[in-house]
Nanobody, 126 residues
Framework: QLQLVESGGGWVQPGGSLRLACVAS????????IGWFRQAPGKEREGVSC????????LYVDSVKGRFTTSRDNAKNIIYLQMNSLKPEDTAVYYC???????????????????WGRGTQVTVSS
């Protein structure tokens, strides 16, 4: 039973904030790079952000730079995605994914990730 579970989604007005959490069960995330992805209705899944296994490196898609922040607390086995200044175009199902790595790799292609959560819905509208 190796699972990732996302939480923290919901409805928020434009300009609001949400903090998503990704919690692992059945394994520890110390040596896993984590990616956040999202999929809006009618669109392909896109990468949002990535964080290295030790949390020292992060990358973000241009559309969320300056608004989203990814962090992790390996002691608690939790990865966060702080989402500020939310826009309607941020509306999507958000997923976290984990990839085992012994190095400092940050991002992998989506199909390479070994574990995925079920997703949490984020809706931004007025």
């Amino acid at each position: 039973q190796l699972q990732l579970v996302e939480s923290g989604g919901g409805w928020v007005q434009p300009g609001g904030s949400l903090r998503l959490a990704c919690v692992a069960s059945g394994f520890t995330l110390d040596y896993y790079a984590i990616g956040w992805f999202r999929q809006a209705p009618g669109k392909e899944r896109e990468g949002v952000s990535c964080i290295s296994s030790n949390g020292s490196s992060t990358l973000y898609v241009d559309s969320v730079k300056g608004r989203f922040t990814t962090s992790r607390d390996n002691a608690k086995n939790i990865i966060y995605l702080q989402m500020n200044s939310l826009k309607p175009e941020d509306t999507a199902v958000y997923y976290c994914a984990a990839h085992l790595t012994p190095w400092d790799y940050v991002c992998y292609a989506s199909f390479e990730y070994q574990y995925w959560g079920r997703g949490t819905q984020v809706t931004v509208s007025s």
